[in-house]
């Protein structure tokens, strides 16, 4: 008789709603909701330094200059480095001096990349990727992700795996003015891909989770969207090692994380159309601009 295994059990995940660490906006005396993380790690907790990569996306590519603290006054600072707790309350982003306002971008549509690799956040910069093999002129493109990956980035299943770029193939003209001023790199190129499992692929493609770099320089699925899933998806995938990346442009990795990033922001932005001031934004072509609250009521549509 075949020896039959035992069913699987699946995580329970968290019980309940997923906690979230709320940041807020220094600079506006009402609205000021920047973001809303949901707080993942152990003790129901957001990770410092992750926490400085979102908001500084968010604001102006910030992190090298961004501190956290719990008063809107910036006198209860945020021990760096210490994990943001959910339950000890709201938390402000500072940027540089606390008295300056920072901007913010609105969209993925105006927000800049970073010129070149030591300009992005320092875990980033020095995350080790191997080579392309010497077998793929030009480092290959999309369709050679299988033979390059050879499995799943995330789970490392050979079955069921798909093509993912990293920044969408629809996101043409955002490469163009930002890839295409810096390097002949095209966007269907094997350096903007890696291969994903079907399921992982929807939830990357969701902006459900991003590849993050933790502690040590471990790459990791982070969630960063708990709305799409259930908490079993957060208990299973957050903060599992990637497998080890090979072929990859640092940027373009670093551009999925903001492409996802910058859906976290719509609710302040919808929000903002009820302020009682305007809101400093960062605009596509590098200018600042102040933007009234009726500017806002797109947002609460879309």
């Known amino acids: ?54 908001c500084g996306i968010i604001s102006d590519n910030s992190w090298s200059t961004g501190w956290f603290a719990r008063s809107a006054d910036g006198s209860k600072v945020c021990k760096p480095g210490v994990p943001l707790v959910a339950s000890d309350g709201d938390v402000f982003y500072f940027v540089s001096d606390w008295n300056y306002k920072y901007p ?39 369709e050679d992700l299988k033979g390059r990956d050879q499995s799943c980035r995330v789970s490392g299943i050979i079955d069921f795996c798909e093509q993912a770029h ?13 890839m295409g001023e810096s390097s002949d790199l095209e966007i ?21 989770w991003v590849p993050m770099v933790r502690e040590g320089g471990r790459l990791v699925v982070y969630v960063v969207r708990t709305v799409d899933v259930s908490n079993q998806f957060a208990a299973l995938w957050h903060n599992i090692e990637m497998q080890n990346l090979v072929g990859v442009d640092r940027r373009c990795l670093f551009a999925r994380v903001a492409w996802a990033v910058l859906s976290l922001h719509q609710e302040f932005l919808a929000i903002r159309r009820l302020a009682s001031d305007n809101l400093l934004v960062r605009m596509k072509d590098g200018e600042l601009k102040e933007m009234a609250p009726e500017v806002f009521k797109q947002f609460s549509r879309s």
Request: aromatic residues 8%; proline residues 10%.
């Open 1 to 54: 008789m075949p020896a039959i295994k035992a069913r699987l059990t699946p995580p329970l995940g968290h019980g309940g709603r997923v906690p979230k660490l709320i940041v807020r906006h220094p600079h506006y005396p009402d609205c000021n909701t920047l973001v809303k993380l949901p707080a993942l790690d152990d003790g129901d907790t957001v990770d410092y330094d992750v926490a400085l990569i979102i």
């Open 188 to 208: 269907q190129s094997a350096l903007n891909g890696i291969l994903l499992r079907a399921d992982l692929h929807r939830s990357f493609d969701a902006g459900t």
């Open 104 to 142: 913010v971008y609105v969209s993925w549509d105006h927000w800049r990349l970073p010129g070149t690799d030591a300009d992005l956040p320092s875990a980033f910069s020095t995350l080790a990727i191997d080579p392309s093999p010497p077998s793929l002129r030009n480092s290959g493109y999309v």
């Open 166 to 178: 990293l920044v969408p193939a629809g996101e043409r003209e955002w490469w163009d003015s930002n």
